[in-house]
């Protein structure tokens, strides 16, 4: 059974840093590309990073570009997201999701990110 | 890159059918048939309804459908059923270096 669990999550004050990650089971970790997905409070979904099965391309939304940083242990079935300067606009359930056919095939349960003073 | 265009909500009865629709750029929806459809119930994770436009996963009944025409793709649920009460969002590959691209959503109610 294919399982992501995300785990980090919790309240950081602005300017502050948290990662984020996901472990993967039920299925090969390395034949995959993954992605971070996030939804704040209400509101839609909204992709925000993606790498390549082998950690060696990675992409990012320009809300995010510079401050967060995808990474991936194979070894580990784990995908990570260091997240930097966090702002309160990043507040957000934060979702892994695996990659097939041009979609998101399965999802893990999310992990809530409150940037907050 | 500007969030896919979808109606905030839709409702039908019991048994009927319902639309939503899709609304992207040649950028995205327009120039690949790689759109994707998600249900979310309130405080669960999206699940994967359609990939590639018109395909079901396992598992998913055949009362969902999706199609495209031009920049705009559809869902369609025929025979609704209480169960299918969840926002919907659909998914889009994209040109622009952001590679996905979701919709703003759609709430469905089942009257």
């Known amino acids: 059974e294919v399982q992501l669990v995300e785990s980090g999550g919790g309240l950081v004050q602005p300017g502050g840093s948290l990662r984020l990650s996901c472990a993967a089971s039920g299925f090969t970790f390395s034949s995959y590309w993954m992605h971070w997905v996030r939804q704040a409070p209400g509101k839609g979904l909204v992709w925000v990073s993606r790498?390549?099965?082998?950690?060696?391309?990675?992409s990012y939304a320009d809300s995010v570009k510079g401050r967060f940083t995808i990474s991936r242990d194979n070894a580990k079935n784990t995908l990570y997201l260091q997240m930097n300067s966090l702002r309160a606009e990043d507040t957000a359930v934060y979702y892994c999701?695996?990659?097939?056919?041009?979609?998101?095939?399965?999802w893990g349960q999310g992990t809530l990110v409150t940037v907050s003073s | 890159q500007s969030a896919l265009t979808q109606p905030p909500s839709v409702s039908g009865s019991p048994g009927q059918s319902v639309t939503i629709s899709c609304t992207g750029t040649s950028s995205d929806v327009g120039s690949y048939n790689r759109v994707s459809w998600y249900q979310q119930p309130p405080g669960t994770a999206p699940k994967l309804m359609i990939y590639e436009v018109s395909n079901r996963p396992s598992g998913v009944p055949d009362r969902f459908s999706g199609s495209k025409s031009g920049n705009t793709a559809s869902l369609t649920i025929s025979g609704l059923q209480a169960e299918d009460e969840a926002d919907y969002y659909c998914?889009?590959?994209?040109?622009?270096?952001?590679?996905?691209?979701f919709g703003t959503g759609t709430k469905v109610t089942v009257l």
């Open positions: 999701a695996r990659n097939t056919r041009h979609s998101f095939d399965y």
């Open positions: 998914s889009s590959y994209t040109s622009s270096s952001t590679f996905y691209v």
């Open positions: 790498i390549n099965s082998d950690g060696s391309s990675t």
